[in-house]
């Protein structure tokens, strides 16, 4: 007999039509009842058409019978007044999608990984933006080797700044020398808010947005503006991280954001002698992934040229694009691109 979450995960290949989003992740699945290969589902849809309606039922049906022993499927959708674009925070005009780069705890790598994503999926032929919501510590203008103040539209918008063909954010450009930000939570959400609201980001393939390690303020004032297509969680091999990244995860399923992979940074060294060092342990991204049911997006073995990259303020995957290093993140980025679609 199918369990629910055996006929939750069936759900999660259903999309909203329209969205690159699934219906479970939007929240809409509200009733699910097993009982002697019957299946019963309720899903309650916020606006919509008839047309759609009957696209949802159609299409969860499919999925659901595709499960082993379920011999009868019963899907009811429930419609109410308000319009589609209710069921998720305001849709930022002319990016399509926008994905949270994330990490249980600091130090694994998750800047690092979030401009070489970019320089990644920019590599690939993606227009990319990058957002540095790191408010207490913004690493970006640095790995991105760019430190001027943004220009204002006409409007009073403030126009990103653009290097390696992706344009970026962050509060760095705005906060002078090595001057700190000590602020509360309502102080964040607001600034966040701006990054959206008042930013011209233009047309974008990809929006990705630095999230600071752990599952606070900035994290929650994110998931409430806009819609997220989904999160990438960062992590290194040793159970100590491992830990705390399934807290980030369940933190993003709490919000019912959905997961589009694991990236394991320093997997491992290898010596001038040839031989591979494995230092925090390895391989315990690729596992997490396999436990949570998520895509592993690959790992990012220790290489020199990162470290140095970031501190040069030149992405491994610009400078070293056809060699190891690089070529370790343009593959993350690869896998990233066809997962969210």
């Known amino acids: 007999m199918a369990t629910e979450q055996q006929v939750t995960e069936a759900l999660r290949t259903v999309r909203y039509p329209g969205y690159s989003r699934d219906i479970v992740s939007f929240g809409l699945v509200k009733e699910?009842?097993?009982?002697?290969?019957?299946?019963?589902v309720v899903l309650q849809v916020t606006g919509g058409s008839p047309e759609v309606a009957a696209q949802l039922k159609a299409h969860s049906e499919q999925a659901l019978r595709s499960l082993p022993d379920v011999n009868n499927v019963y899907v009811q959708v429930r419609q109410q007044g308000a319009p589609p674009s209710a069921m998720q925070p305001n849709k930022l005009p002319g990016v399509?999608?926008?994905?949270?780069?994330?990490?249980?705890?600091?130090?694994?790598g998750k800047s690092t990984a979030s401009t070489n994503l970019a320089c990644g999926l920019a590599h690939l032929g993606a227009t990319v933006g990058l957002l540095d919501c790191d408010i207490y510590g913004p690493s970006i203008p640095l790995m991105m080797g760019i430190h001027q103040k943004p220009t204002l539209t006409e409007g009073g918008k403030m126009v990103p700044l653009v290097n390696y063909g992706v344009k970026i954010m962050s509060i760095g450009f705005l906060l002078e020398g090595d001057q700190p930000v000590i602020w509360r939570g309502p102080m964040i959400m607001k600034t966040i808010q701006q990054f959206f609201g008042a930013v011209e980001w233009g047309e974008l393939d990809y929006l990705l947005v630095d999230l600071p390690p752990g599952t606070?303020?900035?994290?929650?004032?994110?998931?409430?503006?806009?819609?997220?297509?989904?999160?990438?969680?960062?992590?290194?091999?040793?159970?100590?991280?491992?830990?705390?990244?399934?807290?980030?995860?369940a933190m993003f399923q709490k919000v019912n954001v959905p997961i589009l992979g694991i990236i394991e940074n320093m997997s491992y060294f290898t010596a001038p002698n040839g031989e591979r060092i494995e230092i925090f342990g390895h391989g315990g991204g690729r596992a997490e992934a396999e436990r949570q049911n998520v895509r592993f997006l690959g790992e990012v073995p220790l290489f020199t040229e990162i470290r140095e990259g970031g501190d040069q303020g030149v992405p491994v995957v610009i400078s070293k694009a056809d060699k190891p290093p690089g070529q370790a993140f343009i593959n993350i980025a690869a896998n990233l691109k066809q997962e969210i679609g």
Request: hydrophobic share 40%; charged share 20%; proline share 4%.
């Open 216 to 249: 606070g303020d900035a994290q929650l004032s994110l998931c409430k503006t806009v819609p997220l297509d989904g999160g990438v969680i960062v992590t290194t091999p040793q159970e100590a991280s491992l830990a705390v990244v399934r807290k980030g995860i």
């Open 96 to 108: 399509k999608r926008i994905v949270a780069v994330a990490s249980g705890k600091g130090g694994v």
């Open 32 to 40: 699910i009842s097993t009982n002697e290969g019957a299946v019963s």
